[in-house]
């Protein structure tokens, strides 16, 4: 298998068996975010204590990459302080937007590097991520 189909494979597979999917009350902040162009939307519940994100949960509808990046996106910031999360939300933003970098800390979240080679699908890719990110600078 290579590294592409191998790619798709994990993509499908957030997209087809979601985690972190359904709502989540009561929760610290809820944001809503879509994106116009495509119709995507979802909503993100969040649970922060002490700086940290304890629990997330999304809902939506979107394409494959907008579903399997939120639920990725869930799994990889739970348990975290939301300094890192900011963190992570900058890389992956700059492995979907610059030319080079060095991602290989991102993890899993690599499989969404081909993705800047389609433009119209990086709002796709971030949407959850930007959806969180304005959630959580509301709170500062």
């Known amino acids: 298998m290579s590294l ?3 790619y798709q494979e994990v993509i499908l597979d957030h997209n087809q068996s979601p985690r ?15 994106n116009p162009l ?9 649970i922060i204590e002490d700086e940290k994100v304890v629990d997330i949960k999304f809902k939506g509808e979107g394409c ?3 579903m399997a990046s939120s639920s990725m996106m869930t799994e990889v ?14 890389k992956f933003h700059s492995m979907l937007t610059e030319d080079e970098g060095d991602y290989e800390d991102l993890g899993k979240l690599k499989v969404f590097e081909g993705v800047k080679e389609f433009p119209a699908r990086v709002k796709c890719a971030t949407l959850s991520w930007h959806t969180m990110n304005n959630a959580i600078k509301e709170m500062e």
């Open 4 to 6: 592409r189909d191998l």
């Open 20 to 34: 972190n999917y359904g709502e989540l009350e009561p929760c610290t902040i809820r944001r809503d975010g879509d």
């Open 38 to 46: 495509c119709g995507d939307n979802i909503i993100l519940y969040l």
């Open 64 to 66: 494959a990459i907008t």
């Open 77 to 90: 910031i739970i348990g975290k302080k939301i300094e890192e999360v900011e963190e992570i939300f900058e």
